[in-house]
T-cell receptor, first 110, second 110 residues
Framework: TQLLEQSPQFLSIQEGENLTVYCNSS?????LQWYRQEPGEGPVLLVT?????EVKKLKRLTFQFGDARKDSSLHITAAQPGDTGLYLC??????????FGTGTRLTVIP | DAGITQSPRHKVTETGTPVTLRCHQT?????MYWYRQDPGHGLRLIHY???????DKGEVSDGYSVSRSKTEDFLLTLESATSSQTSVYFC?????????FGQGTRLTVV
């Protein structure tokens, strides 16, 4: 089992604040993905990072892959209520398989 | 929309009874997966399939079996349901390493 630990597990912030979610593992992954899940729905892919040290931006969301390809972070600037949801990281050890993190449940209060 | 349909969406069953969950896809994808989602554990892989009649175990396969007799259908069976199998079950298909999920089946074993 390739364990991916996310922190924090729960996060409740006011609209307009910034936040960072972390995803850590002792395993090396060929790439890492972040998903967002709304209540009653399946997870939806936000981004895939492939290269160690890579930074990708998606509007107010910034994703970084660690240099050693074992960890990743998601930073949200000026959070909005629409950002509320469960954020999951997923490590890709090889072809056609994913190992998911434990999840971070974010609530943005208007 | 990756054309994934799970059925049923909700089910309550008694301990010791067999239960089958169905995942149907319309896009002819080769790889299909069954995950369970529990608080604090993220998504954990139960079984996956890489083609008709080709299946393999994931990290939490005990108590579950699967079958794939047609490309479009992947069935998950709990031979004798237990309370520890109360969970939300997600089916997914894979395009390269990106996963697309169904809407989930909430199973309660009483």
């Amino acid at each position: 089992t390739q364990l991916l630990e996310q922190s924090p597990q729960f996060l409740s912030i006011q609209e307009g604040e910034n936040l960072t979610v972390y995803c850590n593992s002792s395993s090396v992954f060929s790439s890492l993905q972040w998903y967002r899940q709304e209540p009653g729905e399946g997870p939806v892919l936000l981004v895939t990072v492939v290269t160690g040290g890579e930074v990708k931006k998606l509007k107010r969301l910034t994703f970084q892959f660690g240099d050693a390809r074992k960890d990743s972070s998601l930073h949200i600037t000026a959070a909005q209520p629409g950002d509320t949801g469960l954020y999951l990281c997923a490590g890709v050890p090889g072809a056609n398989n994913l190992f998911f993190g434990t999840g971070t449940r974010l609530t943005v209060i208007p | 929309d990756a054309g994934i349909t799970q059925s049923p969406r909700h089910k309550v069953t008694e301990t010791g009874t067999p239960v089958t969950l169905r995942c149907h896809q319309t896009e002819n994808h080769r790889y299909m997966y069954w995950y369970r989602q529990d608080p604090g554990h993220g998504l954990r892989l139960i079984h996956y399939s890489y083609g008709v009649k080709d299946t393999d175990k994931g990290e939490v396969s005990d108590g579950y079996s699967v079958s794939r007799s047609k490309t479009e259908d992947f069935l998950l069976t709990l031979e004798s349901a237990t309370s520890s199998q109360t969970s939300v079950y997600f089916c997914a298909i894979s395009l390269g390493t990106e996963a697309f999920f169904g809407q989930g089946t909430r199973l309660t074993v009483v």
